[in-house]
């Protein structure tokens, strides 16, 4: 399977956006109280929501570019 370029750069983003959320959220983690690990939900959330999101924004921009025919198949 060979991937395009936007997924080869959106990999890496991917990587780098995980390694530096679960940095993030094992800090919330670490440094709170036990009453306080409700923090670290929201940016355990976006750190699978923002991969996602983009992913799906350049698959439908690479639908759109194929239908309009400027991108050859």
Known sequence: MRLRLW???W???TVIWLVVSALNVGTI??????VEWGKAVRP?????AVPA????????????????GSEPE
């Open 29 to 34: 983690i670490a440094f709170s109280d036990e």
């Open 53 to 68: 999101l983009l992913y799906l924004i350049g698959f439908a921009w690479q639908l759109w570019k194929r239908k309009s």
């Open 44 to 48: 355990a959330l976006l750190a699978v």
């Open 7 to 9: 997924q080869k750069l």
């Open 11 to 13: 990999l890496l983003f």
